[in-house]
T-cell receptor, first 114, second 115 residues
Framework: EAGVTQSPTHLIKTRGQQVTLRCSPISGHTSVYWYQQALGLGLQFLLWYDEGEERNRGNFPPRFSGRQFPNYSSELNVNALELEDSALYLC?????????????FGEGSRLTVL | AQSVTQLDSQVPVFEEAPVELRCNYSSSVSVYLFWYVQYPNQGLQLLLKYLSGSTLVKSINGFEAEFNKSQTSFHLRKPSVHISDTAEYFCAVSQTNFGNEKLTFGTGTRLTIIP
């Protein structure tokens, strides 16, 4: 069974540009989560989507947004990139039936903003 | 609000020596507790979890953690580490009445095994 897949794996952008990151959850999982892992800051919760709806968002500015498609895949969009947006962006999925906090992570998209 | 504290950002340990990675949490309600591991250049993988029942939980690769409610701790231990255990370890907590909505991670502990 395929795990959570993310694309692209690495990308470099410049300040002010926009970026779109993509995530495909494990088959059968309806919830997708996005986390930012910046150096020295641990994992910061960004967004949670379930059944196509945004259920919760972390303490990030509105230029961080996303969506979930009918096949449960998801996109994370970041507009007006800033240097501090450089980070590993991790996507995770879960089976909504077991709402215990156990998440399955992809390997991440590493964004570098110059 | 809940929080997780991993006091040690880096822990160097000699191969075959024991190790303890500390995790303390705060929460006003009942919790689920997790340890995730991130090997170099990979995403996070669940190492072990406490949901209910026995307070001592074990992973398939020799790690164990004990839920101590009175000390609000969930420390991770291994009696003898191997080079392959080199990774970053994250403690996480969620609320039993919210589950995935309220999953909070600690800042991580980087475990380095010295040959």
């Amino acid at each position: 069974e395929a795990g959570v897949t993310q694309s692209p794996t690495h990308l470099i952008k410049t300040r002010g540009q926009q970026v779109t990151l993509r995530c495909s959850p494990i088959s059968g999982h309806t919830s997708v989560y996005w986390y930012q892992q910046a150096l020295g800051l641990g994992l910061q919760f960004l967004l949670w989507y379930d059944e196509g709806e945004e259920r919760n968002r972390g303490n990030f500015p509105p230029r961080f947004s996303g969506r979930q498609f009918p096949n449960y895949s998801s996109e994370l969009n970041v507009n007006a990139l800033e240097l501090e947006d450089s980070a590993l962006y991790l996507c995770a999925s879960s089976d909504g039936t077991f709402n215990t906090g156990e998440l399955f992570f992809g390997e991440g998209s590493r964004l570098t903003v110059l | 609000a809940q929080s997780v504290t991993q006091l040690d950002s880096q822990v160097p340990v000699f191969e075959e020596a024991p190790v303890e990675l500390r995790c303390n949490y705060s929460s006003s309600v009942s919790v689920y507790l997790f340890w995730y591991v991130q090997y170099p250049n990979q995403g996070l993988q669940l190492l072990l979890k406490y949901l209910s029942g026995s307070t001592l939980v074990k992973s398939i690769n020799g790690f164990e953690a004990e839920f101590n409610k009175s000390q609000t701790s969930f420390h991770l231990r291994k009696p003898s580490v191997h080079i392959s255990d080199t990774a970053e370890y994250f403690c996480a907590v969620s609320q039993t009445n919210f589950g995935n909505e309220k999953l909070t991670f600690g800042t991580g502990t980087r475990l380095t095994i010295i040959p």
